[in-house]
């Protein structure tokens, strides 16, 4: 087990959405078949490895994540299961995906930041059962996608506990992790995370803790080409440490 959390220098890992052709120009969610194999691919001829957080989480454990890159999907897009698996089990990858518990089988209605986004399926359960038999990872992304910084007590320990109960009962396996929607998290969502039973969390950004329940991450999409994406991974650790000693330099109390 890593002990001292905050000093680890945690592998880095990507975030997706749904892998499917872009609306335009300005589509944060939509990652093209295409573009995502073509980003794969960089990953091995790189000899880098694309793996679900739970193995890089054991890798990170054992001392040996050297070469592993987490390979993480929000909100559950039905898409996921014919545009992005077979590109993963080809290449020998595989991925964690992040599923809104109470949303099965419906859309992506919630809210979305910077204006209105493409309204795109979300899987049900027998496609969660198939994403998991198929060696995948499912994790939480809450109940209903809330913020879940500021949320008062009793909803957000129902957003973060229930949410792995109910997809735990669905596969019929432990949740392990859980994803913060919109990266928004405080103190009091972090502890909810780690108290719920979560081994993990991920976060975007933002981080309160540096440690294993707020595991920053790198957004990809349409526009990342493969030099692109290369240029990412170099310097998107450089600036995850940057912003959590910001941070921390932020909220120390000033001497008397």
């Known amino acids: 087990m890593v002990q001292a959390e905050g000093k680890v220098r945690f592998p880095q890992v990507l975030m997706y959405h749904s892998i499917s052709q872009p609306e335009g120009d300005h589509d944060p969610l939509c990652t093209s078949p295409e573009r995502f194999e073509a980003q794969m691919l960089y990953l091995k001829r790189h000899n880098l490895r694309g793996v679900s957080m739970r193995e890089l989480y054991l890798a990170l454990n054992a001392g040996e994540a050297t070469g592993l890159v987490g390979v993480t999907f929000d909100d559950g897009y039905e898409d996921f299961l014919d545009a992005a698996v077979p590109t993963l089990e ?37 496609g969660m059962r198939e994403v998991s038999e198929r060696g995948m990872e499912i994790g939480s992304h809450s109940v209903t996608h809330p913020r879940l910084s500021g949320l008062d007590s009793d909803t957000l320990v129902r957003e973060v506990r229930d949410s792995r109960q109910m997809l735990s009962e669905i596969v019929n ?11 928004a998290l405080d103190g009091p969502a972090v502890k909810a995370a780690r108290k719920a039973g979560y081994v993990y969390a991920v976060a975007t950004k933002r981080q309160v803790e540096g440690s294993l ?16 994406l290369g240029v990412k991974l170099k310097v998107s650790p450089i600036l995850a440490r940057w912003r959590h000693r910001t941070f921390v330099n932020q909220n120390e109390p000033s001497g008397a």
């Open 90 to 126: 080809k290449l020998g990858f595989s991925a964690t995906v992040f599923v809104v518990a109470g949303m099965l089988g419906g859309e992506n209605t919630w809210e979305h930041g910077g204006g209105p986004k493409p309204q795109l399926k979300l899987f049900g359960a027998e």
């Open 173 to 183: 396996a432990p949740i392990e992790g859980f994803s913060y929607p919109y990266g």
């Open 213 to 228: 329940h707020d595991w920053p991450r790198t957004y990809v999409g349409e526009k990342d080409s493969p030099l692109r």
